[in-house]
């Protein structure tokens, strides 16, 4: 069992940044397939990145946060993280990291993930 918890959200003003961190604690993440979802009030969960490390890190970006997000992990602190730039109000939401034992490229909803962690607001000013 893995458990995860965020940090790094708040308040920022459009065209900003925040980076939002991921600790997990339990298990080494190394094995696992780690994603970043969002929720915003009345709208249901949606993807926005995943990284899942093999021979090298494989990532995949919601198209709505591509060239603007950015998904990494530090392996040896056991966690993951998402550099948030250029931001939008429309990126304001809840933001949740999760994670599936195993390593597969391309998971991209969240009933692909087993653990989860309760989640860090995000909201952008414009």
């Known amino acids: 069992q893995v458990q995860l918890v965020e940090s790094g959200g708040g308040l920022v003003q459009a065209g900003g940044s925040l980076r939002l961190s991921c600790a997990a604690s339990g298990r080494s993440l190394s094995t696992y397939t780690m994603g970043w979802f969002r929720q915003a009030p009345g709208k249901e969960r949606e993807f926005v990145a995943t990284?899942?490390?093999?021979?090298?890190?494989?990532?995949y970006y919601a198209d709505s946060v591509k060239g603007r997000f950015a998904i990494s992990r530090d392996n040896a602190k056991n966690t993951v993280y998402l550099q948030m730039n250029s931001l939008k109000p429309e990126d304001t939401a809840v933001y949740y990291c999760a994670a599936r034992s195993g390593l597969r490229a391309g998971l991209t909803t969240d009933g692909q993930y087993n653990y989860w962690g309760q989640g860090t607001q995000v909201t952008v000013s414009s």
């Open positions: 990284i899942s490390f093999s021979r090298s890190d494989t990532t």
